[in-house]
T-cell receptor, first 111, second 114 residues
Framework: DQQVKQNSPSLSVQEGRISILNCDYT??????FLWYKKYPAEGPTFLIS?????DKNEDGRFTVFLNKSAKHLSLHIVPSQPGDSAVYFC??????????FGRGTSLIVHP | DTEVTQTPKHLVMGMTNKKSLKCEQH?????MYWYKQKAKKPPELMFV???????INESVPSRFSPECPNSSLLNLHLHALQPEDSALYLC?????????????FGSGTRLTVV
């Protein structure tokens, strides 16, 4: 049973527009959430994180929103750039600090 | 140095071979991890070392044998692998007590077992 779900395997967005990647989780013990970005043939790269005590964290063009009651988080990229094209993994962790990953969403940003 | 370096980048081995994957970081991280990633799947945790001691072994077959000789190095010794073990093997490091920086992953070793 997947504890971290990314229900959209792919997303296509026009350059300059907003990209919204969604993630749902089932384990109420998760209290730390991360997004990773992965280019082909490379390992995942940490992008942005959020603690359960917050509902928003912003870093440049990237913003992560957390809705604890819905067990839902989302990553917003504004404006989207072609270089943002990659697979984005949502991950969550509880007390062990070991992340559980979602299956990923492949983002394609068209020029 | 903010990188995790993995060698080799590619490895082809027979089912009777013995080989090792290497991982190195110089960020002072005290937690190091081995993940296995199959195509189009998220990374699956295999082993966790915390302060050079094995703290988590996620029911990995004994044909995979991890070793942490010091705080900067992590090895994965391979012996008698099966073709289904072909995958991308990722090493990661992180702060042992907390994950406020996330993890730093290496680029991986793409292993093919023939």
């Amino acid at each position: 049973d997947q504890q971290v779900k990314q229900n959209s395997p792919s997303l296509s967005v026009q350059e300059g527009r907003i990209s919204i990647l969604n993630c749902d989780y089932t384990n109420s013990m998760f209290d730390y959430f991360l997004w990773y970005k992965k280019y082909p043939a490379e390992g995942p790269t940490f992008l942005i994180s959020i603690s359960s005590i917050k509902d928003k964290n912003e870093d440049g063009r990237f913003t992560v929103f957390l809705n604890k009651s819905a067990k839902h988080l989302s990553l917003h990229i504004v404006p989207s750039q072609p270089g943002d094209s990659a697979v984005y993994f949502c991950a969550a962790s509880g007390g062990s600090y070991i992340p559980t990953f979602g299956r990923g969403t492949s983002l394609i940003v068209h020029p | 140095d903010t990188e995790v370096t993995q060698t080799p980048k590619h490895l082809v081995m027979g089912m009777t071979n013995k080989k090792s994957l290497k991982c190195e970081q110089h960020m002072g991280h005290r937690a190091m991890y081995w993940y296995k990633q199959k195509a189009k799947k998220p990374p699956e945790l295999m082993f966790v070392y915390s302060y050079e001691k094995l703290s988590i072994n996620e029911s990995v077959p004994s044909r995979f044998s991890p070793e942490c000789p010091n705080s900067s190095l992590l090895n994965l010794h391979l012996h008698a692998l099966q073709p289904e073990d072909s995958a991308l093997y990722l090493c990661a490091s992180g702060r042992a007590a907390g994950i406020d920086y996330g993890y730093t992953f290496g680029s991986g070793t793409r292993l093919t077992v023939v």
